[in-house]
């Protein structure tokens, strides 16, 4: 039979991801991957979830810990996260909060809200490939959004044609996969465009918590609170997560914004999946009350020390002609490799001579340019692999260039 | 701001169910709640997911338990299945399963895997709520699935209009909302219809182990296999769930068809969530690995028992004209009351004066027919209260004819 005749339109955009593929070559152990955007697992506060997970089955609270429960989300959780905006400048109540199955959810249930086929969804050139991939079931046209540029809003509602500009996606700080924090002009930039086209704007804050230096910047929605008194006011959907902060295992993110949105959303949740795991939203609960910030702190310290270590292999190893960044969080370094390099090959060649993984940048533009770049995640080598590492490709890309 | 400039199209399919609504009254301590397809709490294997989470976080693999993992699912747990699978007469290998979140991701999954706007989707009258919110998203119109009619596919291909019929979907033993079971020849004329046709079948399995009585009949999927040798031919994907047997509140379940059909669907799944909780795909590979059978034998002898205690109640208290069904399993029993008779209204009444909650069968119609009819859930209320509830219902409804 021919399946391609029962598929949907929609799937011709639904691509196997060079994330995905790189994924599988990390259970090769001789491999120093700097692919992936993956929590170094010995970092884990695996004895706080055993007790957690211990606690949400006791006797008390067993029958709740397994039982179906409401789409929007175990309240004791929502309600932490609650304080947890307020601490970021976002003043909300618990019905601004979607619990997810991670960010990656948020993202996609985005999508489906807004995304008609045709209307379009401004991005960064590059922007976060899982952004993309969750948005492309939905089968939008994308445009670039550069708020560093001066063109009009009138030039973006033009551009979209038969469809009209849904949302600005934006991860805003240490971003997936550059690195680059958006500055505090252009976050507000980026609200004036909105304003003006009339459109939602979608903040990935799936790296905000993991800040090394520098001073926080607030985020979009925090500063659209200010200029409009209220969340229900505001069309900036912050999107969080545990995965970076906690365990990406449990699956547990959330979404923040309008009351209007989250009902909406809340709906499509219930269409979609019912709601996320119960006990995983109470496990997550438990041990972010007990220790969110010291465990965060603890992680930010051994992932500062590998970006330190990664910037200094660079800067030993790389030849002249390549840049990269200088990330003051998050997981990624993002390099730029003189223009005749393409980095897809470069890939295929390092796997086989030097054993290091990367993922090729141009998978992370939806326009499929950015040939000679690359994401380098410095958070799951440790320091004497990120040295080895970055060595062996500084040699591959000396030779190359 | 006025969101509905930005929401897409398919939000006007997507309300609040009323099933939804019923789901915040169970919380109130003085209702018999007779709603809502919900396991027993009482019935869960609380010590057995006990040491089966404190097992996944053992040193050896918490770093596995709480990490990320692949999109297509836990390998132990889908080779779990792949055993149930064959004793169902499905031969088939781990590449054709998926482990979904929840059966109701699978519905979701395989709407969004085949439905443009405006294709056809064929239901029952009534069937599965949840199915048709899943479908709703993609904008389907729905046709009436009724296998005991002679209806040609020509005549199905043409209602379809501009769209295509994309597959039949049908929950087949003990259906929820009716607790019907599809007979033999019934299933193999489905699969008649479906290769006339050219379309997929979804056979929603979730209640196939909790058969009281009675001998199983083989899964449509088995008889297609049959048919056409290998599971890779087969146009019909088999969706299961732990919901009913193990627990629901972990949101695990899985799909099982062609590998075709199970590939598209990961990468589908991967834009999406990514993955299903890792931890609890490890939980319930546990849990059913020690005591699937034994533990689905405690559920069911509790359930049976508690279904005999209905239908006796309902023969003791309902008056002339109402009839319901006898399921051989299951958690549902199905009335029809006389035509004048409104369900919903009833419901209203009976929350007011009787405080017994059920679910109008009208949400279960695609063409919002059946308002004389409701759904009947046995599974979470002990003897007494059945006795208690019925009576209160009989009574209502004894006043209404």
């Not at 922007?127 to 948005?135: C, H, P």
């Not at 939602?200 to 200010?226: H, K």
């Amino acid at each position: 039979m021919d399946w391609h005749q029962i598929f949907a339109a929609r799937n011709d955009r639904m691509k196997a991801s060079e994330i995905r593929e790189l994924l599988k070559l990390l259970d090769q152990p001789d491999i120093i991957s700097f692919a992936g955007g993956i929590p170094d697992p010995d970092l884990f506060p695996a004895q706080a979830f055993q007790d957690a997970f211990s606690q949400a089955l006791n006797p008390d609270t067993q029958a709740t810990a397994l039982q179906y429960s409401v789409s929007e989300g175990y309240a004791p959780l929502r309600d932490w996260i609650v304080g947890e905006m307020a601490r970021l400048g976002i003043p909300c109540t618990r019905d601004n909060i979607l619990i997810t199955s991670g960010s990656q959810q948020a993202l996609d249930y985005l999508g489906k809200l807004m995304l008609n086929v045709g209307d379009t969804a401004l991005v960064g050139w590059p922007t976060y490939l899982g952004a993309l991939g969750a948005f492309n079931a939905y089968e939008p046209r994308y445009d670039r959004l550069d708020p560093e540029t001066n063109r009009s809003a009138a030039d973006y509602a033009k551009a979209a044609g038969k469809g009209r500009v849904k949302f600005a996606y934006m991860s805003v700080d240490f971003a997936n996969p550059t690195g680059r924090t958006l500055d505090a002009q252009m976050r507000e930039r980026v609200i004036d465009l909105a304003d003006e086209l009339d459109i939602a704007v979608i903040e990935d804050a799936a790296y905000q918590s993991l800040r090394f230096e520098g001073e926080a910047l607030a985020p979009v929605l925090a500063r659209e609170i200010e200029r409009k008194g209220s969340i229900d006011a505001c069309r900036t959907i912050y999107c969080g997560s545990f995965s970076k902060t906690l365990a990406p295992g449990l699956r547990v993110g959330w979404m923040c914004g309008a009351q209007e949105v989250i009902d909406q959303v809340v709906l499509m949740k219930q269409a979609a999946d019912l709601h996320s795991s119960t006990i995983n939203q109470m496990a997550i609960a438990t041990v972010a009350n007990a220790q969110f910030d010291s465990h965060v702190a603890t992680i930010k310290k051994a992932y500062r020390a590998r970006r330190d270590r990664m910037l200094s292999a660079l800067e030993a190893h790389m030849p002249e002609g390549v840049t990269w960044t200088r990330p003051e969080g998050g997981m990624f370094i993002w390099l730029e490799l003189p223009t005749q390099i393409n980095a897809a090959d470069l890939l295929a060649q390092s796997l086989k001579t030097e054993r290091v993984a990367f993922v090729p940048g141009h998978a992370f533009f939806a326009d499929g340019s950015g040939t000679n770049t690359m994401r380098l995640s410095f958070s799951r080598t440790d320091e004497a692999g990120i040295d080895e590492g970055i060595a062996r490709l500084g040699r591959l890309i000396t030779a190359a260039v």
